[in-house]
């Protein structure tokens, strides 16, 4: 077993009371190697016990010495784990003393020596502290956690390179992520401003095309009143009515004219307007009696009665005729409120 050599070493070094005889009642065979439980107190010889069913194989005692393998709990499964022996060499009073030598040699793997020389310090002053209590669990646990420490450390160079892929594998991903985020941000942002961009254009467009229909608008109704205008003054220059008045729609008609609602271009005023047609080639005689007419109308003051303002003779138009025997004549009108 590979303890062997170990313990042969430490019984070169007992002192004088571990003796011929007491090595002779000592060594007795046990299934763990030969434990010679007489020289332990009984809290000792429990926690042996206790030991053996938690490691197995992997513990074994000789008389005052305790031997234990230890690995990392948790190890790289691409680097092989380092195993060393922890061994513990205690009082016939232990645990009620402290423990007095330990020692931590490599079996399997690497291990610095100098993580190997701060282990043993550490176990010491841990052993120290246990001082009273039972202490091989506790700095084998110590062990164990020391050699997990060690772990990035004791990786070849492959594993190690292959760690630094990995980690930098794991970064360049975060920077693609970020990168990806960024370009998606500064992409929603150039949509939003080109959307933004074209509502103020189209907006704009709107603005523009309302203008321009309100001045299209503006220019018809400026054009039609100019024609209106234009129309209105070659009509007065051949008709003092079509001159001094705006038609505005034709009142009634009768058997000797018809009477229109009219507008004054000058007072702006509204007037009926009678309109006497006098046929093609009258005589003096029936000019005369639509004079008399007028000359009625002009004396006549009485509420229920239109007012009479004045009347005029002018030549009428052939396209006002109603008859076909009435051509270009003359004609009389009378205005009133």
């Avoid at 010889?45 to 490691?55: H, Q, R, T, V």
């Avoid at 603005?207 to 001045?215: D, G």
């Avoid at 004549?329 to 205005?335: T, V």
Wanted: aromatic content about 6%; overall charge negative; proline content about 2%.
């Amino acid at each position: 077993r590979e303890t062997s050599h170990m313990f042969a070493a430490l019984e070169d070094d007992d002192d004088e009371e571990s003796s011929s005889e007491a090595a002779s009642t000592a060594l007795a065979s046990s299934p763990r190697g030969g434990a010679v439980e007489g020289r332990l107190s009984a809290q000792g010889l429990d926690e042996a016990e206790a030991l053996s069913s938690i490691y197995g194989e992997d513990f074994e005692r000789r008389g005052l010495t305790f031997a234990v393998k230890v690995r990392p709990t948790h190890w790289p499964s691409n680097v092989a784990a380092p195993l060393v022996l922890l061994t513990l060499k205690v009082a016939k009073e232990y645990p009620s003393s402290a423990v007095e030598f330990i020692d931590v040699d490599v079996l399997e793997g690497r291990v610095p020596g100098s993580a190997l020389a701060q282990l043993r310090k550490t176990l010491r002053a841990k052993a120290d502290e246990l001082e009273g209590q039972e202490a091989v669990h506790e700095l084998a646990t110590t062990t164990a956690e020391a050699l997990e420490s060690l772990a990035t450390s004791a990786m070849d160079l492959r594993a190690r390179m292959l760690e630094r892929e990995r980690v930098q594998s794991v970064r360049d991903e975060e920077d693609r992520r970020r990168e990806d985020h960024q370009r998606s941000l500064q992409a929603e942002a150039k949509r939003k401003a080109a959307a933004d961009a074209l509502k103020s254009q189209v907006e704009r467009r709107d603005r523009e095309a309302l203008a321009e229909t309100i001045r299209d608008n503006d220019n018809d109704g400026n054009n039609n009143q100019e024609e209106e205008e234009d129309l209105d003054r070659r009509e007065a220059d051949a008709s003092r009515y079509a001159a001094d008045f705006k038609e505005l729609k034709l009142l009634g008609r009768g058997g000797f004219g018809d009477v229109a609602h009219c507008v004054n271009r000058l007072d702006r005023k509204e007037y009926a307007v009678k309109r006497v047609r006098l046929p093609r080639g009258f005589r003096r005689t029936e000019a005369r009696r639509q004079l008399r007419e007028v000359e009625a109308l002009a004396s006549v003051f009485h509420p229920h009665v239109v007012r009479y303002y004045q009347s005029w003779i002018e030549e009428a138009k052939d396209d006002d005729d109603d008859d076909d025997d009435r051509g270009e004549s003359s004609g009389i009108f009378s205005d009133g409120d």
